[in-house]
């Protein structure tokens, strides 16, 4: 039946049941007014009965048949929907369908009841006992029949359409894992780790990238648990699940293989990448050595070629603690290559270019030290020749000095001088004659500087030369002054004692009376030995001058000189000793005469006083006394008289 006819024939249906119920009402209360009448036991109960089942068979008897139809009527439209077999090819479909579905069985609920109607019905007229209860029974089991089948279709379908939605929405999760794996390994097999920019960015994004997969895993464990899950419910579908589920792990593991190829890339792309920047640093470092052995500063002074040797001395302990790392890079890019990491023909070829570089550093290394070693030595002898000339023109106007002192002390001082002057030139000479030893070997060694190098030591040796000529003059001339301040020291101690003695000679004391003459008399003998002892000082000094003026003494003129007033005093002083004594010899002369004259007068006196004595003695030898006393007055007397009255 189509459904335009079953609508029509449901629309008829629904207008003779809507006329049929119209009556119930008045079928019931006929109905109930002959209960009652029964209860009442009312005597036509029987007949009332036989009426009531008469009337309730007459109800239910013209609508049997229609119900039946109309039930095989509903129930060949819903049969129809349930033949439908679209299980929906996506979850939207299916979901749709279950929609259908969940209409479909509301409206089996709602619509029930032309199979409730014939279920109803049969059940009354089994009650009445009617006529056709045989054939209402069999149409009313064939209905109740086809409706349990459709109830067992519709449930069947639903399961089908659950298995369909399970399987949608396993197929919607497993695409969406799916496509996420697509995702990630698109990301996975990307070789970003090639450029090195931001490698540590991207380290970190890669962790962050193996963190999320990881945390994804829950994912394809649930996909496969619930793929997992259908196939043990022997899922329709379970030969595509099992298929698909093993793609989805065999993406992952590809997934997880490829993530951790990358991770091993960029890590070994970060290895390389602090492989090369200490490579570039290597590299750098080098440049700026090589740039420093090609310098052609090899100093202006010693100061500066000594800064620059040690400057030098550190670039070498530089180079040699650098070898340690260029030894590192090589066993790093010989690792690289076991390992056969994806950039080791480029890191090879770098680290023997580092390598290669290195190694030439040594030869222009050694160059330079030598270049800087004789820069040293040259310099070292330009400091030694200008300390040495410096030295000799410091003590050269010392040894050219005119000053040869003005006494014996000062020359004597000025002497030691000199003689310490000539020590210090002594103990120079071995100096100088290393600086000199120093500048052969340069020559020899046919050092850069040799002809400058031979002219300084000319000037130098010309300037000690020098200053030995002068001070050998100069020590000459000393010697010449030592001998003349000796000379006239002796003299000036010669002058001195003729001084001292001068004023014993020309003294105007030639005594009092005729002892203190004799006094003076024995001064003036000692003086005169003296005198005649020194003349023995005198002689010496005349041949020192003489031995002096012979040699050429610088003060012959002088020396000579002072000799000659030195011995023209000493004659004055042999003078002035003659006059003295014969001044003394007159004098003790005259006071002897003045005491004879003295004593003459005293004898005159007692002669006188003899001569007017009026004694003649007192006995013979008295008398002879007095005698020879005459006589000698008498002589006396004749003498004075005949010396005259001027003479004393």
């Not at 390992?339 to 390598?355: D, I, S, W, Y």
């Amino acid at each position: 039946m189509k459904s335009g006819e079953l609508g029509k024939e449901l629309q008829l249906h629904a207008e003779r049941k809507a006329e049929i119920d119209g009556r119930n009402p008045h079928f019931s209360s006929v109905t109930n007014h002959g209960n009652q009448l029964i209860k009442t036991d009312h005597y036509a109960s029987e007949e009332i009965k036989g009426m009531i089942q008469e009337l309730a068979q007459t109800q239910a008897a013209p609508a049997g048949p229609d119900k039946a139809e109309l039930a095989d009527a509903w129930l060949a439209s819903k049969e129809a929907f349930l033949t439908n077999e679209d299980l929906g090819d996506s979850l939207y479909s299916v979901e749709a369908l279950l929609k259908n579905q969940d209409r479909f069985e509301g409206l089996m609920e709602q619509q029930v009841e032309p199979v409730q109607e014939v279920t109803t019905l049969g059940c009354q007229l089994e009650t009445h006992q009617h006529y056709a209860e045989g054939e209402i029974k069999e149409r009313q089991a064939a209905v109740e029949d086809r409706y349990a089948r459709l109830v067992k279709s519709s449930k069947a379908r639903r399961q089908k359409l659950g298995d369909s939605n399970k399987y949608q929405l396993f197929l919607r999760n497993i695409y969406e894992v799916s496509s996420w794996i697509t995702e990630k390994l698109q990301i996975a097999l990307d070789e970003t780790y090639r450029d090195p920019t931001n490698l540590q960015a991207k380290i970190q994004k890669h962790q962050a990238f193996e963190a999320e997969v990881m945390a994804n895993r829950n994912r394809v464990d649930a996909v496969n648990d619930m793929g997992q899950e259908l196939t043990e419910e022997h899922h329709y579908q379970s030969d595509d699940i099992t298929r698909r589920m093993k793609e989805v792990e065999t993406s992952w593991e590809a997934l997880i293989a490829a993530s951790g190829e990358k991770r091993d890339k960029l890590k070994d792309a970060y290895e390389a990448l602090q492989f090369n920047r200490i490579l570039d640093d290597l590299l750098v470092w080098i440049d700026d050595v090589e740039h420093q052995l090609e310098s052609e500063d090899h100093g202006k002074d010693l100061s500066s070629v000594k800064n620059l040797l040690k400057k030098h001395q550190l670039l070498e302990v530089d180079i040699h603690t650098h070898e340690e790392k260029v030894n590192d890079v090589e066993e790093a890019a010989q690792a690289f290559k076991e390992a056969k990491h994806f950039m080791n023909k480029e890191l090879q070829a770098r680290a023997k270019e580092v390598g290669d570089r290195y190694a030439s550093l040594h030869e222009p290394a050694s160059i330079r030290k030598d270049n800087l070693n004789e820069a040293l030595a040259m310099y070292q002898f330009y400091r030694d020749v200008e300390d040495e000339l410096s030295w000799i023109h410091d003590k050269k106007p010392i040894a050219e000095s005119t000053d040869l002192g003005n006494s014996l002390t000062s020359v004597q001082n000025l002497m030691k001088k000199h003689q310490a002057l000539e020590a210090e030139i002594v103990a120079h000479e071995p100096l100088i004659e290393r600086v000199a030893h120093a500048a052969k070997k340069m020559v020899i060694g046919k050092h850069f500087a040799s002809d400058d190098i031979e002219r300084r030591l000319d000037e130098l040796h010309t300037e000690l030369q020098q200053l030995k000529e002068v001070s050998s003059m100069r020590r000459a001339k000393l010697q010449d002054a030592l001998e003349s301040q000796k000379f006239y020291t002796e003299v000036n101690e010669a002058e001195a004692w003729i001084k001292e003695k001068l004023p014993a000679l020309t003294s105007p004391d030639l005594g009092k009376d005729e002892d203190s003459v004799g006094v003076l008399q024995k001064k003036l003998d000692a003086l005169e030995r003296d005198i005649e002892n020194y003349e023995n000082n005198i002689k010496e000094l005349a041949a020192l001058s003489k031995s002096l003026i012979d040699k050429g003494n610088l003060n012959a003129v002088n020396i000579k000189k002072q000799q000659e007033t030195l011995e023209a005093k000493y004659k004055e002083l042999k003078i002035l000793t003659v006059e003295r004594h014969k001044k003394l010899v007159e004098t003790s002369r005259m006071f002897e005469f003045y005491r004879e004259c003295e004593e003459v007068s005293a004898w005159i006196v007692d002669m006188v006083v003899i001569a007017g004595s009026e004694e003649y003695g007192q006995d013979l030898e008295h008398v002879e006394v007095s005698h020879r006393m005459g006589r000698t007055w008498n002589m006396l007397r004749l003498v004075t008289v005949g010396a005259g009255p001027g003479t004393r």
